[in-house]
């Protein structure tokens, strides 16, 4: 399975990213091991979740989520 998420940063902002095992991928972003913007940013709490049977078809629901104005990632997530 793949997955596409988006975690709220200790400082109010989203990131969206793309994993095989979001409990891994969350744990490593909060070890600072994860990506370069969420490092600084830790604590990170998971606030949506997507499955996709295909990496490709996670990896352009990441990218279009990537390009959604912040209010719109905020009702996706439901925040």
Known sequence: MHYVYILRCADDTLYTGYTT???RRVAEHNAGEGAKYTRGRTPV???HLETF???GAAMRRE???KQFPRAKKEK???L
């Open 21 to 23: 095992d979001p409990q």
């Open 45 to 47: 709490e998971q606030v």
């Open 53 to 55: 049977d295909s990496r």
């Open 63 to 65: 990218h279009a989520i």
């Open 76 to 78: 996706l997530a439901g």
